[in-house]
C-alpha cells in the first residue's frame, strides 16, 4: 500500500523567509503532483513532476522530485502572505488507469 | 477551462437516509474520481471510474456506492449515511494518458445529524 508522508504538517512563517515542505513515499513512483487548496475552496494544481530529477518553478515556489530517494520538496522564497494556503502532494499508481495517493496537506500561514 | 461541478456546496441529511452526491464535468474526460476529505487525514480516494459503467474502489469505499452511466456524470450515493459520513467530498477528473492530472470541483460539505 502507498504512503504518502508531508513535513511539517503546519508552518508559520514570517513574510521573506525561506522554507521547504518534504513529501516522502514509500513506493516506486515517477510522477508527483502538488496541488495548493485555499480556506473553503477546492484543489487547483501547482506542478506536474514527471521524472527524476524533475524541477519546476512558478514565482516563489519551486518543486522537485528524487525518484531513488522517494521524496519531492517544495520551496517556498521570500515567502509573502498570499502563499498562505494547505499545499498537497500526491503521488501517482498506474493500476490499470491512474490514481493518486495524497499526502495529510501543509497548512501554511504567512505572517506579515 | 476545464469545469467540474458538483450538484450541492452544503447538505444536511439525517442518519439513515439515502444521499445521492451528483458531479458533472465538460472536458470529455475519462477518469472521474470520490475523495473525502478529513482534517488530519488529506483526501483519502472512495471510489474511481476509467470509463463509462466501469468502478473501482479506492481505499475507503465501504458505506459508499457510485454510479456512471453517462461519460460525464459520476455519482456517489450514500445507502444509509451515518454520522461518521460527515465530510468535505471532492470529486475530481481527468484525461487518460499523457499528463493525468486532476482537476476538482468545489466540493460538498455534508453533515449527518
Known amino acids: 500500500e502507498l504512503k504518502v508522508e508531508q513535513n511539517p504538517l503546519f508552518l508559520s512563517m514570517q513574510e521573506g523567509k525561506n522554507y521547504t515542505i518534504y513529501c516522502n513515499y514509500s513506493?516506486?513512483?515517477?510522477?508527483l503532483y502538488w496541488y495548493r487548496q485555499d480556506p473553503g475552496k477546492s484543489l487547483e494544481s501547482l506542478f506536474v513532476?514527471?521524472?527524476?530529477?524533475a524541477v519546476k518553478q512558478e514565482g516563489r515556489l519551486m518543486a522537485s522530485l528524487d525518484t531513488k530517494a522517494r521524496l519531492s520538496t517544495l520551496h517556498i522564497t521570500a515567502a509573502v502572505h498570499d502563499l498562505s494556503a494547505t499545499y498537497f502532494c500526491?503521488?501517482?499508481?498506474?493500476?490499470?488507469?491512474?490514481?493518486?495517493?495524497f499526502g495529510e496537506g501543509t497548512q501554511l500561514t504567512v505572517n506579515p | 477551462d476545464v469545469k467540474v461541478t458538483q450538484s450541492s456546496r452544503y447538505l444536511v441529511k439525517r442518519t439513515g437516509e439515502k444521499v445521492f452526491l451528483e458531479c458533472v464535468q465538460d472536458?470529455?474526460?475519462?477518469?472521474m474520481f470520490w475523495y473525502r476529505q478529513d482534517p488530519g487525514l488529506g483526501l483519502r480516494l472512495i471510489y474511481f471510474?476509467?470509463?463509462?459503467?466501469?468502478?473501482e474502489k479506492g481505499d475507503i469505499p465501504e458505506g459508499y456506492s457510485v454510479s456512471r452511466e453517462k461519460k460525464e456524470r459520476f455519482s456517489l450515493i450514500l445507502e444509509s449515511a451515518s454520522t461518521n459520513q460527515t465530510s468535505m467530498y471532492l470529486c475530481?477528473?481527468?484525461?487518460?494518458?499523457?499528463?493525468?492530472?486532476?482537476?476538482f470541483g468545489p466540493g460538498t460539505r455534508l453533515t449527518v445529524l
Open positions: 475530481a477528473s481527468s484525461l487518460s494518458g499523457g499528463v493525468d492530472t486532476q482537476y
Open positions: 513506493t516506486t513512483s515517477d510522477r
Open positions: 513532476l514527471l521524472s527524476n530529477g
Open positions: 500526491a503521488v501517482e499508481e498506474r493500476v490499470g488507469g491512474s490514481r493518486l495517493t
Open positions: 472536458m470529455d474526460h475519462e477518469n
Open positions: 471510474s476509467y470509463d463509462v459503467k466501469m468502478k
